[in-house]
């Protein structure tokens, strides 16, 4: 089955980076695009970025473009998302999922926590 697992989150000051991953298994990862989406507490699941199966193509939410950058490596069935210039309001719990421009499904989640 679809096995998606997050790591890389934590505490940053604001400003900082961070840089988040996900170890895929379960599936041809190199079939797949992928996505990274986020929820704050109390709100609701907000994509946040995609990934085209071959790196040809990327997308991003407004709010991530020009801090923000996903990538993958198809080798280690990983995707990644690397954030930049970090504010208060990412604080949210990060989740990577199969498909392009897809909230599901989903792992656990990583949770980034961003402080002023």
């Known amino acids: 089955q679809v096995q998606l697992v997050e790591s890389g989150g934590g505490l940053a000051q604001s400003g900082g980076s961070l840089t988040l991953s996900c170890a895929a298994s379960?599936?041809?990862?190199?079939?797949?695009?992928m996505s990274w989406a986020r929820q704050a507490p109390g709100k609701e699941l907000l994509w946040v970025a995609s990934i085209w199966r071959d790196s040809s193509k990327t997308l991003y939410a407004d709010y991530a473009k020009d801090r923000f950058t996903i990538s993958r490596d198809n080798a280690k069935d990983t995707v990644y998302l690397h954030m930049t210039n970090l504010k208060e309001e990412d604080t949210a719990l990060y989740f990577c999922?199969?498909?392009?421009?897809?909230?599901?499904?989903r792992g656990q989640g990583t949770q980034v926590t961003v402080s002023p």
């Open positions: 999922a199969k498909g392009y421009q897809s909230v599901l499904p």
């Open positions: 379960g599936f041809v990862f190199s079939d797949w695009g």
